[in-house]
């Protein structure tokens, strides 16, 4: 990135949740190399709302298929190259970057933790009725916020996570503008000639 040149997002968002997954052993089965890491355009400039939303690109324990209502469904596949992607990360700008530093890497720990333990392209399932957030969303929160501290506490390079310090329309100021992967949410696809029991 040169100085003064556009501030590329999805790089250094990719960046900082690659040393996350490095150092901070909840998050050591994540591989950056396959999660894209892209930016949506927030439709109204307000600050609440939605901050950012992990998509899977399995279904449940990794399946490539799912049968709901009598049919059989896949999901689109996402190809870098050879690599196939399991999962699409979004951020939604400039929402999500007016928040506050801590609020900003709170919901960045929060989504990567959706992020199934078996980094099979399935999310993290709690056990119960709540199965993304367990029973309480303010709770799972909280504990993002530790997770979050201690990563800090782990002394990680500044310029990983100093990106995330000013407002949306600071950076765009100090680099002309703000760029990053937009990526369509891959479609589910049904398969033909699928038949209920």
């Known amino acids: 990135m040169l100085p003064g040149g556009p501030f590329e997002f999805s790089h250094a968002m ?3 949740c690659a040393d996350i997954a ?10 950056m190399e396959q999660v894209v890491v892209a930016f949506a ?14 998509t899977p690109l399995r279904f449940e324990g990794g399946q490539l298929t799912s049968e709901r209502e009598g049919r059989l ?15 699409i990360l979004t951020f939604y700008l400039p929402r999500f970057l007016d928040q506050t530093f801590r609020e900003k890497m709170i919901t960045v720990f929060h989504e990567l933790y959706h992020i199934s333990p078996k980094f ?6 709690m056990g119960g009725r709540y199965h993304v ?14 997770l979050a501290q201690r990563y800090l506490e782990l002394d990680p ?18 680099h002309g503008s703000v760029v990053g992967k937009q990526v369509p949410i891959p479609k589910l696809i049904p398969l033909p000639e699928s038949k209920t029991a």
């Open 73 to 87: 469904w896949t999901v689109q596949r996402l190809f870098d190259n050879d690599r196939e992607m399991l999962y």
């Open 14 to 16: 990719s960046r900082l």
């Open 157 to 174: 390079p500044r310029e990983l996570y100093t990106f995330l310090k000013p407002k949306f329309r600071t950076l765009e100021s100090r």
């Open 120 to 125: 099979d392209g399935d999310i993290r399932r």
């Open 133 to 146: 957030h367990s029973h309480s969303q303010t709770e799972y929160d909280r504990a993002m916020e530790v």
């Open 41 to 54: 355009q927030a439709r109204r400039r307000v600050a609440y709302g939605l901050q950012a939303k992990l």
């Open 22 to 31: 490095e150092r901070v052993d909840e998050f050591s089965h994540i591989r």
